[in-house]
T-cell receptor
């Protein structure tokens, strides 16, 4: 079993739809959870950073963490064609005094006008 | 968050040669990280570079193949040595600013 599971997609939605992206993980030691957006031929861009279970909202984006179920989600409201990208979940555990990131494989999102 | 400049952005190299990738951060950071991203795969951590000490390599990566320098708190290099086609990948540097990790735009390497 991989540490972080993420459906690679692609996920195709029409403009304006609500998008739900998800990751599950197996290691309960993970402490911090992140979502990155990666456009083609670009580096990952940090979208959301959360620590505790619950929801965190930033504009059209909501990150949700359920540590008891080892499940995290990213919701995108009113999706736009410019949201078309690969979304990577990532999480950290404390290791030898610094944090290392473990990534999911990424979900490709396609938002059609 | 920090701005990271990475170069070259892409290169095509002959097998058996080496390529050095440079990463410049716009502010001082304690830790810098080097990742590899292969098609359809997760980002994989190669090593962690801390200024003033040897880099720490992850399982499956060795210093002879991926030597790293970290001469100061804003700069690091990764060398991919004695390249083979299996080294064709995207290489990314990253920095930790306390929370969240910022990435460079990546180096797309093709070995022929």
């Amino acid at each position: 079993q991989k540490e972080v599971e993420q459906d690679p997609g692609p996920l195709s939605v029409p403009e304006g739809a609500i998008v739900s992206l998800n990751c599950t993980y197996s290691n309960s030691a993970f402490q911090y959870f992140m979502w990155y957006r990666q456009y083609s031929r670009k580096g990952p861009e940090l979208l959301m950073y959360t620590y505790s279970s619950g929801n965190k909202e930033d504009g059209r984006f909501t990150a949700q963490v359920d540590k008891s179920s080892k499940y995290i989600s990213l919701f995108i409201r009113d999706s736009q064609p410019s949201d078309s990208a690969t979304y990577l979940c990532a999480m950290t555990l404390l290791n030898s005094g610094y944090s290392t990131l473990t990534f999911g494989k990424g979900t490709m999102l396609l938002v059609s006008p | 968050s920090a701005v990271i400049s990475q170069k070259p952005s892409r290169d095509i190299c002959q097998r058996g040669t080496s390529l050095t990738i440079q990463c410049q951060v716009d502010s001082q950071v304690t830790m810098m990280f080097w990742y590899r991203q292969q098609p359809g795969q997760s980002l994989t951590l190669i090593a962690t570079a801390n200024q003033g000490s040897e880099a720490t390599y992850e399982s499956g990566f060795v210093i002879d193949k991926f030597p790293i320098s970290r001469p100061n708190l804003t700069f690091s290099t990764l060398t991919v040595s004695n390249m083979s086609p299996e080294d064709s990948s995207i290489y990314l540097c990253s920095a930790d600013r306390g929370y969240g990790y910022t990435f460079g735009s990546g180096t797309r390497l093709t070995v022929v």
